[in-house]
């Protein structure tokens, strides 16, 4: 079966210090990868997909970037922090065969703050 | 760009009662896939429900069931029986069907339920 991994589960970083938050898939191969952030009492927002191996698409232009090196590994970064960016970060998978039909399955998050 | 609407910030419902959280969407598109989730106090996102937008007949998972309906752009999510364990946030969703849409589902915003024991 396939399981998703995200890590640390929580992370109290200072302002302007960097940032490197992970998210690896198992069981599946070549899935389609996502990052969201949810900030309090707002809803989802996504912030990078990626299709392929290096293939990032931005959906919100900010401070943060992604990358994806491996098949499963999908990385969110930022080389300084800024307040806003504190949130609860969530990466998804779906896998490709199904279509736009298969919906995402969640990491169980991290919780950032930016102190 | 597709937009989703929850009205409803918060609803409490007693237990055993039915409860109905709306949903409504902007979209020109024609085809294209709707979506409730449900993240518990614990924050992971689990999926309730799905529907095709090109489906008539509405969507139903046990307990869950939606009202879809495609001229008014309605997706509402109907939950009997309610339970405790039902608490938590309900985010509606949307995800175009066609290749040169955004591939990542658009939420909104969420509605709180609460259960009344």
């Known amino acids: 079966s396939q399981t998703i991994h995200q890590w640390p589960a929580t992370l109290v970083q200072p302002v302007g210090s960097p940032l490197s938050l992970e998210c690896t898939v198992e069981?599946?191969?070549?899935?389609?990868l996502y990052w969201y952030r949810q900030a309090a009492g707002r809803g989802l927002q996504l912030l990078f997909y990626?299709?392929?191996?290096?293939?990032i698409s931005s959906e919100v232009p900010q401070n943060l970037s992604a990358s994806r090196p491996q098949d499963r590994q999908f990385i969110l970064s930022s080389k300084k922090l800024l307040l806003s960016d504190s949130g609860f970060y969530l990466c998804?998978?779906?896998?490709?065969?199904?279509?736009?039909?298969?919906?995402?399955?969640f990491g169980n998050g991290t919780r950032l703050t930016v102190t | 760009a597709q937009t989703v609407t929850q009205s409803q910030p918060e609803m409490s419902v007693q237990e055993a009662e039915t409860v109905t959280l709306s949903c409504t969407y902007d979209?020109?598109?024609?085809?294209?896939?709707l979506f409730w989730y449900k993240q518990p106090p614990s924050r992971q996102m689990i999926l309730v429900i799905r529907q095709e937008a090109y489906k008539q007949q509405n969507a139903t998972e046990n307990r869950f069931s939606v009202n879809f309906q495609k001229a008014a752009k309605s997706f509402s999510l109907k939950i009997s029986d309610s339970q405790l364990g039902d608490a938590a946030m309900y985010f509606c969703?949307?995800?175009?069907?066609?290749?040169?849409?955004?591939?990542?589902?658009?939420f909104g915003k969420g509605t709180h339920l609460i259960i009344q024991p």
């Open positions: 979209t020109s598109e024609s085809d294209y896939y």
């Open positions: 069981g599946t191969s070549n899935p389609n």
């Open positions: 998804a998978w779906r896998p490709t065969v199904q279509g736009r039909w298969s919906p995402l399955h």
């Open positions: 990626s299709v392929g191996i290096g293939q």
């Open positions: 969703a949307y995800r175009s069907a066609g290749r040169g849409g955004a591939d990542g589902l658009t």
